[in-house]
């Protein structure tokens, strides 16, 4: 990377994005180490039970529309075009998130969960797919229009907020004072957006919503991206489900569970990358020359990054296991190691090859390749882990990343080549 590249980023807010989810990701880390410690065991079970219900219905959160208005807007020529894609998109996520909020609210009045105390909290927190969907299209727009600086500030406000108000109102009151953290952090984060977006508020008022043949466009893109995300989603879910299930053990679901942490959660090397070139991509998709010259100068630099942090879990997999979770994971080790290597081709091929795909408009590409993923993940966790348990949980999801990053790569590579 040379000079003039370093003084690109910088001046259009790589940085601010890199260090931003840097911040957010040891926030978060910590953030959940505060709710273990303020709650009891019960009504910590309580919470974590109705927040995974709650991330199901919020699996088809707009039906997609972030991740429409990301590519619309993204491409548009001028302000008007992107703010009409904004206005549509906020109409759309309002009216369908207002239903998944009715919808959650009526489950957790009328359906008896099985962890006591779920249904109060889910209750509390059925609202909540009206303010986050508020809150993700006014951060996306601001992404969409490059106004990096003011997304990375607005998602640090958010990380903050919540970080703060869980440890002022967590302390005083408990499970009830976390859930409304939940809700100011949105509510001082929806303001402060408003506040940052507040150079196109008068013109928005003037543009007309996009008209019938882009609606159906649109919306097509983001119900396909929706059902994509939805089925990756899950499918990292599945994996603890399976050795659960299998193993019938807690020891293993928590050996299995803790070698996941690290190398999953470094995905956001490779996801901040994105969430800057994704916008550039998608405004140069019709000009495949530049945009092979620069995905492939990205490849190569995440794969010299993901590399050397590969090679230094992998051969440092006991101290950092001992290091981060105590001397009773030892057995966490070798799936560690094996998903050390699964995050160097994840990370360098599988997230930026799906990512650039979908800049392009090509979505049903990623769904084909998710249901492929998704396919061969369940029959190898259930053919792997019933022989070789939290390993067999892991090596499972290698092959899964080998398999879509191997899909999406070459498709792409042939496309840019045609």
Known sequence: MNKREVEF?????????????VINKIAQFALSVVVVRFLSKSDYGAWAYASNILSFFLLMSGIGVNSGLLQYASSS??????????KYSLKVGGVVNSLIALVTFLVALFVKLPVEGSNEVLRYLALFPVTSILFELIQIFLRADLKNKQFSLLTNINTSAYFLFTLILGYFFSLNGIVLSRYLSYIVSIIFGLYFSKYCWQSFGKVQE????KRKEF????????????????LYLIDTLIV?????????????KTATLVPFSLNFIPLSVMTFAYPYFAMYKEDKTKIQF??????????????LISSTLFIFAPQVIRLLFGPNYGDAILPF???????????TFRIPSGNVIASLGKVKVNLFNSIVSGTSNVVLDILLIKHYGSVGAAVATVIVFIISSFISTSYLLKYLNS
């Not at 807010?13 to 931003?20: D, N, P, T, V």
């Not at 996009?210 to 043949?213: G, N, Q, R, Y």
């Not at 396909?224 to 939805?230: M, P």
């Open 77 to 86: 020529k001028n302000l008007d075009e992107k703010l009409s894609y904004f």
């Open 219 to 234: 919306l097509t893109f983001s119900f396909v991206s929706a059902l994509t995300n939805s089925i990756s989603s899950i």
């Open 244 to 256: 659960g299930m299998i193993i019938r053990s807690n020891v293993a679901v928590a050996a299995y």
């Open 294 to 307: 620069y995905y492939k100068k990205m490849i190569r630099s995440l794969f010299l990054i993901n590399l």
């Open 9 to 21: 980023l910088l001046k259009n807010g790589f940085f601010h994005i890199f260090s931003s989810q």
């Open 210 to 213: 996009i008209k019938a043949p």
């Open 337 to 347: 190691r094996v998903l050390s290597i699964g995050y160097l081709v994840a990370g």
